[in-house]
């Protein structure tokens, strides 16, 4: 019932920065928690970051702490990814995920959430 598209992705420098954006199609919910999950060729997908309804409580991977901040407009659908301080080995295919009745728990496995995006590809050159 809630489709979402990823964009913002591209190639940037290490050291550069870029946005990501998920919009939602459907309405969700202040009970959903929304996280972004990445991918690398030959890598398991992995969590980025998450973030419950009104946007108090966040989590992220050691690997981006200090470096990317997650926000989401519900008044818009939406949720971001601000990433900062690129590194190569933040490239991958992003993908943002909600967790219908995550009730803040913001999971960290890519199981635990029940819808999508397609994935937007972020590549950062050395």
């Known amino acids: 019932q809630v489709q979402l598209v990823e964009s913002g992705g591209g190639l940037v420098q290490a050291g550069g920065s870029l946005r990501l954006s998920c919009a939602a199609s459907g309405r969700t919910f202040s009970s959903d928690d929304m996280g972004w999950f990445r991918q690398a060729p030959g890598k398991e997908r992995e969590f980025v970051s998450a973030i419950n309804w009104r946007g108090v409580y966040t989590r992220y991977a050691d690997s981006v702490k200090g470096r990317f901040i997650i926000s989401r407009d519900n008044a818009k659908n939406t949720l971001y990814l601000q990433m900062n301080s690129l590194k190569p080995e933040d490239t991958a295919v992003y993908y943002c995920?909600?967790?219908?009745?995550?009730?803040?728990?913001?999971?960290?496995?890519?199981?635990?959430?029940?819808?999508w995006g397609q994935g937007t590809q972020v590549t950062v050159s050395s």
């Open positions: 995920a909600v967790d219908v009745g995550g009730r803040g728990v913001l999971h960290g496995m890519p199981g635990q959430y029940d819808y």
